[in-house]
């Protein structure tokens, strides 16, 4: 997340996706972003009072998108999978907008909780989504973590559409 924050566009709003605490939202509000901050239990975040911080209590698993219509530069998601509304994703990100995604799969299992096959992303299941949405993938790792605990994720950074001044060419290649 620290790492590709920085290559959302400036000047627009940033969707943090089921934000829990609020840890991401506050990532993103010291780099100057505006954030809409998503959850179905927002009073963490609202206990934040910042600024640049629009806390949302939504209901992200009912059967018609409550995000439907809206445009954002940069969506992120972390610790959180619901595929139903997954495909939505990138209709909510403009022209150059940045998508981080971060969760669980295969193989969490035997770290703990979750545990649920509904829960983890399959293999390859982010690049495979990304390459159906026409997503330009700049990073991805499917991949054992031990930091804050064991756990087996996938982590992906990709843009939408042509690629933006605000991407270092480190990232291009």
Not at 48 to 70: F, H, M, Y
Request: glycine share 8%.
């Amino acid at each position: 997340m620290v790492r590709f924050a920085p290559l959302i566009p400036q000047g627009g709003v940033v969707l943090d996706l089921a934000c829990g605490s609020g840890r991401h939202s506050m990532l993103l509000a010291n780099l100057a972003y505006s954030v809409l901050a998503v959850d179905q239990d927002v009073s963490a975040i609202e206990a934040i009072q910042s600024s640049s911080i629009t806390p949302k209590c939504l209901n992200l698993e009912q059967d018609v998108w409550p995000l439907r219509g809206a445009s954002f530069h940069g969506i992120v998601v972390t610790n959180y999978l619901y595929r139903p509304h997954m495909d939505s994703l990138p209709e909510l990100l403009e022209d150059g907008g940045i998508l981080i995604y971060e969760t669980f799969a295969q193989g969490n299992e035997q770290f703990g909780k979750p545990s649920n096959p509904n829960f983890l992303l399959n293999s390859g299941e982010l690049l495979a989504f990304a390459a159906r949405h026409g997503l330009k993938v700049l990073a991805y790792e499917d991949i054992y973590v031990d930091d804050p605990k064991p756990a087996m994720v996938q982590r992906l950074c990709a843009v939408k559409g042509a690629l933006k001044e605000h991407i270092p060419l480190q990232f291009q290649g």
